[in-house]
């Protein structure tokens, strides 16, 4: 089975990956994750994408899409995979029908509202990327699932944030259409509710996918 998960930064996608792609045994593929990685590691894309993200910008498509390319052919794929982050356009969209079938898209809208407050408060751990809201943690610092190191990500401040959401309205959100047209879409609500009760809803979905 291969998925792709959509939704607005904040809407809990990463937490969704990680469930959806130990339910069904998917490599879970964050292009996020990968510069990040990358960044960390100081390599030639890395120093690129920094730029990019740091203002809260697309990374150009010929670099992220020549990554999710190659990434795609890796032996672990043969399973299934869940892109996270990717397609974030049109052009990406199109390219991905290039060189990959998906069995279904999981979009989680959400009410704008909550995302400024749900980014910024954010802390990541660095080990398993789980994400927590740090006014959950009572000053904790560590990860409840690994003990990793917790961090709040660069690009979760208000004025970053401000243009991924920008982004993701302008450039992202057409998306929906385009795999609404192609039947695609698997569309979910997330809510304030714990990530548990709409993985429920996205299982009851997947399971009558799997393939
Ligand atoms: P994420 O971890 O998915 O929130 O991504 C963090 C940042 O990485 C984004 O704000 C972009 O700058 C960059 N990025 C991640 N995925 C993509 C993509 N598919 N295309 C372009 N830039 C991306």
Not at 28 to 56: C, E, V, W
């Amino acid at each position: 089975m291969n998925l792709i998960l959509l939704g607005a930064p904040g809407a809990g996608k990463g937490t969704q990956a990680t469930k959806i792609s130990e339910r069904y045994g998917l490599v879970h593929i964050s292009t996020g994750d990968i510069f990040r990685a990358n960044i960390k590691n100081g390599t030639t894309i890395g120093m690129l994408a920094k730029s990019y993200i740091d203002r809260g910008e697309l990374v150009p498509d010929e670099v992220t899409v020549a990554i999710v390319k190659d990434r795609l052919t890796w032996d672990d794929c043969a399973n299934g995979f869940l892109l996270d982050g990717f397609p974030r356009n049109l052009f990406q969209a199109q390219e991905l029908d290039k060189f990959a079938e998906i069995d279904g898209v999981v979009n989680i809208n959400i009410d704008f509202g909550l995302l400024m407050d749900r980014l910024c408060g954010r802390r990541v751990c660095k080990e398993c990327g789980e994400s927590y809201h740090v006014s959950m943690l009572n000053g904790k610092t560590t990860c409840e699932r690994c003990g990793g190191e917790l961090y709040q990500r660069k690009d979760d401040n208000p004025e970053t944030v401000e243009s991924r959401l920008k982004v993701y309205t302008e450039q992202t959100a057409p998306l929906i259409d385009y795999y609404t047209e192609k039947g695609k879409i698997l569309n979910f609500t997330g809510t304030e509710a714990p990530a548990e009760v709409l993985f429920e809803e996205v299982k009851a979905v997947l399971d009558k996918l799997k393939r």
